[in-house]
């Protein structure tokens, strides 16, 4: 049977074939449509529980949150039982919020507010606690040391379930803009002159008269007063910061002979912990240098850590050093890139007892030249001399090809779920926005590889 046509209003009626259908007669009125009505009320009996479906990601990530220990947080919170003051946001549920959020690639507070209202998952999450983008704005960069916490706790319950194992560990860099702009740098002389507009905003701003017909409330009046106040602690660490990289520079020449310029040294007015460093589509942007570590097997994150230097050089041996004191276990190798293979670092790392797969800089020009790359020089150390040697081996080189398929992988899925630039200012928040997306990334991580492992048990 050939289906109706849709039909509207405004069209004329359609051509009925008489071999098909009878002929509509010429009396008839106009067609008979069902027509949406948006208007009439309703009542339906279903709960929140009832309209998210059963195998929903919300649910797996309440489930994760509800097991971990949160006593530290529930400890910070003054309102308690049989005395006054409002009661507080489960931080349960805020933290669940942030962790479903973080997963589908949303970091504005704003945004996860408006979703709270109108989509089913955040509803179910919430549960009916009405949640402001400031409270989740300030959950979401207050409690790092907590973060970092919970992702060593969660590793360790991961680790005991059996689907993390500390074997190969690869280590990359993932750069990340900040929440500066280029034009936001200046030197010392326009630091101190902004320094001074700044202080005398402040006085200003403090000796106004509330009285006055043409003042502000006092509402908006405190809101200037903490604007003012906020950039002149910004311009006020920017001349610090500054102060710290000009030592930094001076260690550098007297070093490695590298010259500078003391006057052309420039410091963010709007993030003073922000550098300028190169980004990965070749151009040269204010951001931050975020370093993941992850296993090759099973490919979860077990090291984070955020700087604002725009080398990776000097990054392995602090992370070898933290994936061990997370985990318990010392990796039984790190796979890094050219970048990482100072030779420092390496030394350090091998007679700490982890062998290091990282390629020879230079290595093909060596070889060019006569030179076998994979001998020993005469001021390398045992373990730079174990490094040369290993690398030259056909098994090293196939352990190595692992790297890019685990870090390169990793930092591809946080750069999915939005970690291309940062909304907060200063490395110790960058570094909490960073801890939720390796929070998410664990977790999603941990139900793709229970899921392959209960196939494997089917099968």
């Not at 504005?108 to 606690?129: N, T």
């Not at 690869?170 to 030197?187: E, K, M, N, P, T």
């Not at 229970?450 to 089917?458: D, I, L, N």
Request: a positive charge.
């Amino acid at each position: 049977m050939i289906p109706e046509p849709l039909l509207f209003p405004d069209d004329p009626p359609p051509a009925v074939p008489p071999t098909d259908r009878a002929a509509r007669p010429a009396t008839a009125g106009p067609p008979r449509l069902r027509l949406p009505q948006r208007h009439q009320v309703e009542f339906r009996s279903a709960s929140l529980d009832q309209l998210l479906p059963p195998d929903h990601e919300a649910r797996l990530v309440w489930a994760f949150v509800d097991q971990l220990d949160l006593s530290a947080l529930l400890r910070q919170i003054r309102a308690v039982a049989h005395h006054p003051g409002q009661p507080a946001n489960d931080p349960r549920l805020l933290l669940a919020v942030w962790l479903y959020a973080t997963t589908q690639g949303v970091g504005s507070a704003r945004e996860v507010a408006r979703l709270c209202e109108a989509h089913i998952a955040y509803q179910w999450l919430c549960g009916g606690v009405p949640l402001c983008s400031k409270s989740l704005s300030d959950f979401r960069i207050a409690h790092t040391t907590r973060l970092n916490d919970l992702l060593t706790q969660s590793l360790a319950a991961m680790m005991h379930e059996g689907l993390v194992e500390i074997q190969r560990v690869a280590q990359d860099g993932l750069r990340v803009r900040a929440s500066a702009g280029a034009s936001s740098f200046r030197r010392k002389p326009t630091l101190r002159r902004c320094l001074e507009e700044a202080r005398a905003q402040v006085a200003a701003l403090e000796n106004q008269v509330d009285e006055d017909q043409g003042a502000a409330s006092r509402r908006q009046q405190a809101a200037r007063e903490r604007s003012a106040r906020e950039r002149q602690q910004r311009l006020e660490k920017a001349l610090r910061e500054r102060e710290q990289l000009a030592q930094r520079r001076e260690q550098q020449q007297q070093e490695k002979g590298k010259a500078y310029d003391p006057d052309e040294l420039r410091v963010s007015t709007t993030d003073p912990e922000a550098r300028r460093m190169k980004m990965p589509d070749g151009g040269t942007r204010p951001g931050y240098n975020v370093q993941l570590a992850t296993t090759t097997a099973g490919g979860f994150i077990v090291g984070v850590h955020v700087t604002n230097s725009g080398s990776d050089g000097g990054q392995l041996q602090p992370m070898a050093e933290q994936v061990e004191k997370r985990t318990g276990q010392k990796p039984q190798a790190m796979l890094v890139d050219g970048g990482f293979t100072t030779l420092s670092d390496i030394e350090h790392v091998e007679q700490d007892g982890i062998p290091v797969y990282g390629p020879i800089k230079a290595e093909a020009k060596k070889k060019a030249q006569g030179i076998d790359p994979h001998q020993p020089r005469k001021k390398d150390g045992p373990g730079v001399s174990a490094w040369r040697a290993r690398m030259g081996t056909e098994e090293a080189k196939g352990i190595y090809r692992l790297r890019a398929q685990t870090a390169e992988w990793a930092n591809a899925g946080v750069r999915n779920r939005g970690l291309y630039q940062v909304r907060v200012r200063g490395l110790h928040k960058v570094l909490a926005v960073v801890l939720w997306h390796a929070l998410a990334h664990n977790l999603l991580r941990a139900v793709a590889v229970r899921q392959a492992k209960t196939a494997e048990g089917t099968a």
